[in-house]
Structure formats: structure tokens, C-alpha cells
């Protein structure tokens, strides 16, 4: 059962550009989050998704960011018109469920997107 | 709101020396705690949890206890390997309602064991 699997690992970007980020949950993962890990700093939550619904995107700026995780294929987490301050390293997590029960959450290794 | 406040680092310890990163929340309700463990260039791994108050969780000679009355959830070990070396974060999952499975992350705290 292959973990959770994110690319590109490594993604360079121009400002002005856009990024796709991609990511599978492990088999039999509905629920999937994004994280953002700036250097320096620890990971803040963006947006956390189900099959084809966004289920809160409380962390997610306003602008220029967006998610799907469509009912077949990878969730994308896409940023439009990237500036440098996007730079930063974006992780996905997956999970079966969700709730009081200390649900784990599995990440994948990461995308590192850096604009230039 | 709810955070996570740990310990700064960078943490430098000599192989077998003791371990201690403390870490505090803020949190509504019943959260569980977890310590996550960032290896260089890789993605978290869970290392240990706790989903009730005076629970104790355990991994690889890492332990952790859930202090309710203190809001605490220290990390420890005995005898630190030079293969410890790694971020380590502390991190809190709501327990339903608006927080589902999100978790808050403390700002990670690097530790670094010499030989």
C-alpha cells in the first residue's frame, strides 16, 4: 500500500507563473489536507477536502489559491499568478476519517515550490 | 484560539544525553496530541500520540504524557541516538465540530545529537 505520494517533489516557478501541486491519498483515504511550511516556521493548515467537497478552507488565502479533489484522480492544490512569497514547502496529509479518536493523518514528502 | 507553543531550539545533545522538549496547547474540548518527527528533505512521520487526558504514548524510546491540568505534552527520552537528529513537532487534532481532523502545529523545535 503505497503512502501518500506528492509531485513534483521539486517545483520552480517564474512570478507571474502557475503552480500545480499534486497529491494522492494512500488507498482508501477520503479525506485529504493541506499544509504549508514556510522556512523557518512550522506547518499551517490551508484547506482540508473530501471527494469533490471542500470541507473548510479557513487557512487557504483569498486570493490566487485553490483546491479540488475530484472524485477520480489526485487532489490538486493550484496557485495562480505565484509570487515569491509562495515559496515554500506544501504538504499533503491523508486519513481514513476524521473525529475524536486520534485519527492519523499520513503525509506525503512534500513539494518544495520556489519562485524566482 | 487554539495553538501549540514548543520549546525553541535548536537543541544540541551529546549521543546518550537526555531528552526534553517541552511542549504547551491552547485548545477547546478534548484535543488528542501527537509528536511528528521531519527527517531532512522528507515529510512528517507520526512518532507518538495521546487521545485522552494522563494517556502516555510511546515509539522508538520517545514518550509522551498527556497533561490536562498543565496543558502540557513534553517529549522525552533517555538516551538520544545521533540518528535522532530531526525537526520535531508537537501538534493538536480538534475533537469534531468545525476543528474535523485538522491539526495545529507547534513551530517545530531542531535537535541535533553529536556523537
Known amino acids: 500500500n503505497a503512502g501518500v505520494m506528492q509531485n513534483p517533489r521539486h517545483l520552480v516557478r517564474r512570478r507571474g507563473q502557475e503552480a500545480r501541486l499534486r497529491c494522492s491519498p494512500m488507498?482508501?483515504?477520503?479525506?485529504v489536507y493541506w499544509y504549508r511550511q514556510l522556512p523557518e516556521e512550522g506547518l499551517k493548515f490551508m484547506v482540508y477536502?473530501?471527494?469533490?467537497?471542500?470541507i473548510d478552507e479557513s487557512g487557504m488565502p483569498k486570493e490566487r489559491f485553490s483546491a479540488e479533489f475530484p472524485k477520480e484522480g489526485p487532489s490538486i492544490l493550484r496557485i495562480q499568478q505565484v509570487v515569491r512569497g509562495d515559496s515554500a514547502a506544501y504538504f499533503c496529509?491523508?486519513?481514513w476519517g476524521t473525529g475524536s479518536i486520534g485519527t492519523e493523518a499520513f503525509f506525503g514528502q512534500g513539494t518544495r515550490l520556489t519562485v524566482v | 484560539g487554539n495553538s501549540v507553543t514548543q520549546m525553541e531550539g535548536p537543541v544540541t545533545l551529546s549521543e546518550e544525553a537526555f531528552l526534553t522538549i517541552n511542549c504547551t496547547y491552547t485548545?477547546?474540548?478534548?484535543?488528542?496530541l501527537f509528536w511528528y518527527v521531519q527527517y531532512p528533505g522528507e515529510g512528517l512521520q507520526l512518532l507518538l500520540k495521546?487521545?485522552?487526558?494522563?494517556d502516555k504514548g510511546s515509539n522508538k524510546g520517545f514518550e509522551a504524557t498527556y497533561r490536562k491540568e498543565t496543558t502540557s505534552f513534553h517529549l522525552e527520552k533517555g538516551s538520544v541516538q545521533v540518528s535522532d537528529s530531526a525537526v520535531y513537532f508537537c501538534?493538536?487534532?480538534?475533537?469534531?465540530?468545525?476543528?474535523?481532523?485538522?491539526?495545529?502545529f507547534g513551530q517545530g523545535t531542531i535537535l541535533t545529537v553529536h556523537p
Open positions: 496529509a491523508s486519513s
Open positions: 485548545a477547546t474540548g478534548y484535543p488528542s
Open positions: 495521546a487521545t485522552k487526558a494522563d
Open positions: 501538534a493538536h487534532q480538534g475533537d469534531g465540530g468545525t476543528s474535523y481532523g485538522k491539526l495545529t
Open positions: 488507498k482508501g483515504h477520503s479525506h
Open positions: 477536502l473530501q471527494k469533490e467537497n471542500i
